[in-house]
């Protein structure tokens, strides 16, 4: 059942368009070792045909926990999945990922049957989309986040409609993805880990909080016992910080 | 040229999924014509993607691998049909309400959505005013066709208004063209949107 592009919702931004079709990707999975190369804010103009490098940067993060591959081999693993429905490939992927997108629906409310029902929802469409994920495009961590998202508004609805409300680039030039961009969105990915990590405490937490627990600011602000304001206002120095760790890949 | 963008706390909303549905709809229709803000928004799902590796896990049941690869022959779910063509996605896949006049010059057709929000297509004549009011809460107005103005400048198509508290200057539809504008708010509701057109207009 390769449905490549078939059912791609078209308004993801990170995914792989059809079109965007790889050549030929290293799918082994490479050595071990932390590594770094989620992929980053891309410029619109990647995901294209056969250039796609095999990420080899290898980069510890801070304040990554110990089990945290190296997530070269996540992608790796994603593209097992797409090129021969490798279930080994898989279940490493699961074990990584479930137990971290059970937690972020834990922290957004959801009841431990509801939270893991997401997880596997989420595994599941990583399983069934994986001919869709590109490197270039998005990192692992980034790509299944944005499902494990897409699933959580899916699932805050009372009908039911598979959407999530990103376009897709449509209005770009097609290029091929260059070998330093690559390398660029490697680096910028591990800026990211490194930049949040050096972030104060209470920015840190209200970035958290924005991503994972589905607070407006007035309910950070209560539940923090801070002033009214003061979230804006972290909120806006870390986004200040991360944005200029994100630098422009371009 | 687009030159007005959603603000870095409401893109970092959207990135998060907790933009309320009709305006994520209006921020994502100025995304899908914005290669810049798609650039900022992978920025911030990045983050999003660093984040999540970062969470402590939360063990799942022991068999839940083993369930879930019981499932590996299920196709994934359709995509939406189009069912607005001539709108930009992702209108063009949202169930849209019949429209409805508002007033002299001013057409308003809701788009179906859940959540803390409402929204919908405008349509107004050159010269006439488009609606805006909240103070409470955010309000996204994404242009389609044609441009209106008011205190903080001209928008065009592609253009995205958030205005920020307090404005004085009511949007006004540029001569030329009528207006299209897809709109969402968490302020007023449609039926407060339709008393607005009637003081507004007299109706
Ligand atoms: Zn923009």
Same mark, same amino acid.
């Given at each position: 059942m390769r449905r490549k592009g078939v059912d791609h919702p078209i308004w993801h931004v990170i995914h792989p368009h059809p079109n965007h079709v790889r050549g030929s990707v290293n799918a082994t999975a490479p050595a071990s070792g932390a590594s770094d190369t989620r992929p980053a804010p891309a410029s619109p103009a990647f995901g294209v045909a056969g250039l796609v490098l095999p990420f080899r940067r290898r980069i510890s993060p801070p304040g990554m926990t110990a089990d945290t591959p190296a997530s070269d081999?996540?992608?790796?693993?994603?593209?097992?999945?797409a090129q021969r429905r490798d279930r080994l490939a898989f279940a490493a992927l699961f074990r990584f990922f479930a137990p971290r997108v059970k937690a972020w629906m834990l922290r957004g409310g959801a009841s431990p049957v509801a939270a893991e029902?997401?997880?596997?929802?989420?595994?599941?469409?990583?399983?069934?989309?994986?001919?869709l994920f590109d490197p270039a495009r998005a990192g692992a961590s980034t790509w299944i986040f944005t499902i494990a998202r897409n699933q959580r508004i899916d699932s805050l609805r009372r009908e039911r409609h598979p959407a999530t409300l990103l376009p897709d680039p449509v209005d770009e030039p097609e290029e091929p993805v260059q070998a330093d961009r690559v390398l660029a969105m490697a680096q910028q990915e591990s800026r990211i880990r490194v930049a949040m990590a050096a972030l104060p405490a209470e920015q840190a937490e209200v970035i958290r909080k924005a991503f994972f627990e589905d607070k407006v600011h007035a309910e950070i602000e209560k539940e923090l016992g801070i002033p009214l304001g003061t979230v804006k206002s972290r909120l806006r120095l870390a986004m200040n910080r991360l944005r200029a760790a994100l630098g422009d890949v371009t | 040229m687009i030159s007005h963008h959603p603000s870095e706390t409401t893109l970092l909303a959207y990135a998060a999924g907790s933009l309320p549905e009709a305006l994520a709809i209006v921020a994502a229709t100025h995304i899908g014509g914005c290669s810049?803000?798609?650039?900022?928004?992978?920025?911030?799902? !990045?983050?999003?993607g660093v984040l999540l590796d970062a969470l402590p896990p939360s063990a799942l049941s022991d068999d839940a691998l083993d369930r879930l690869l019981a499932r590996a022959d299920e196709p994934a779910p359709a995509l939406p049909p189009v069912v607005n063509a001539g709108l930009p996605p992702p209108l063009?896949? =949202?169930?849209?309400?019949?429209?409805?006049?508002?007033?002299?010059?001013?057409?308003?057709?809701? =788009?179906?959505a859940e959540g803390a929000a409402w929204g919908g297509l405008i349509l107004v004549q050159p010269g006439r005013a488009l609606p805006r009011h909240g103070h409470d809460g955010l309000e996204l107005t994404c242009v389609l066709k044609g441009a209106f103005s008011d205190g903080s400048g001209r928008y065009g198509p592609g253009d995205l208004s958030e205005p920020? !508290?307090?404005?004085?200057?009511?949007?006004?539809?540029?001569?030329?063209?009528?207006?299209?504008?897809?709109?969402?708010?968490?302020g007023m509701r449609l039926r407060g949107l339709l008393g607005w057109g009637q003081r507004m207009f007299g109706i």
């Open positions: 081999d996540h992608a790796a693993l994603i593209q097992a999945i029902e997401l997880a596997q929802e989420t595994m599941l469409a990583v399983w069934q989309k994986a001919a | 810049a803000c798609r650039h900022r928004l992978e920025g911030l799902e !990045a983050v999003g063009d896949r =949202v169930p849209l309400g019949r429209w409805w006049p508002i007033g002299v010059g001013a057409r308003w057709r809701p =788009v179906q920020q !508290a307090d404005h004085d200057h009511p949007p006004v539809a540029a001569a030329g063209e009528p207006c299209l504008c897809v709109i969402a708010s968490e």
